[in-house]
């Protein structure tokens, strides 16, 4: 359809005009079929708003008339491309609903996933690049695993002298942080803690990354303080899973 085609849709996030594509490609086609039609076989696509779509085509071929050599052969190209596109997309959806049900059965998903912004596929990941639980004894080991506590460059009589770690998880990294900068989107204390460490002059990232540390400390109520039911034949000590469930169930 060309430059006006473009403006007309964002390709990127709108998959009834690319779903429109695999049908019609050029500005001549699409006048030829009109509205009605257009509609009617998006709608059969279960294409959301098929009558918008099917005018705001209309009205982008509408400024188009010129005919271009190999129009034809580009057209089935971008038919091709956009069919494996949607096919993509479907097969990612699928892939993500796997990775939804499997996390779902793992003893610890209804806690994690309790946690802010911590979805399935977070969770999923967190349950991975964590590994076992009982690896860390307190909050502050998880923590210093994904590089969220500074380590000390103390020298001499030099102390206090805090630095960010080189050496941690740049997975589980990752896992904290997304879960902390989604968890600030609502109100309540996640966000109320984030703004405050704004208002101290934090960067934006400084203070996500405030978050997450908080978020990987005791801050879950009383009833929710107990102990993680882990797969190893291994049990530690009662206190010590009390411990790694406020270290990694905590909000």
Known sequence: ????????????????????????QTPAAIRRHGQARLTAW?????????????????????T????????????GIVADIATQILALD??????DEQIRRTFRTHP????????????????????????DLGAYADAGHLASAAGL???????????????????????????????????????GPNRDYYLKKRSERCKHIQAVIALAR?????MGPPARRQAFHLPSTHR?????RHLIWRACGSR
């Open 108 to 131: 610890q998903a209804h806690i994690i996933e309790s946690l802010p912004g911590m979805g399935p596929i977070l969770g999923a990941e967190f349950i991975v690049t964590a590994g």
């Open 236 to 240: 530690p000590s009662r206190l010590r």
């Open 64 to 75: 188009q008339h010129a005919t271009l050599p190999g129009q034809e052969v580009a057209a």
């Open 214 to 218: 908080r978020r990987v400390g005791p």
């Open 149 to 187: 506590v500074p380590v000390p460059r103390d020298s001499g009589r030099r102390t206090g002298n805090l630095h960010r770690p080189k050496r941690y998880s740049r997975r589980l990294r990752r896992v904290f942080y997304l879960s902390a900068q989604t968890s600030i989107i609502r109100e």
């Open 90 to 95: 479907d097969r990612l959806k699928h892939v």
């Open 1 to 24: 359809m060309g430059a006006s085609r473009c403006r007309a849709f964002d390709y990127a996030d709108h998959k009834g005009a690319l779903t429109l594509l695999t049908r019609h």
């Open 42 to 62: 998006l709608k059969g696509r279960k294409v959301r708003n098929p009558d918008a779509v099917a005018a705001t085509a209309l009205q982008a071929a509408g």
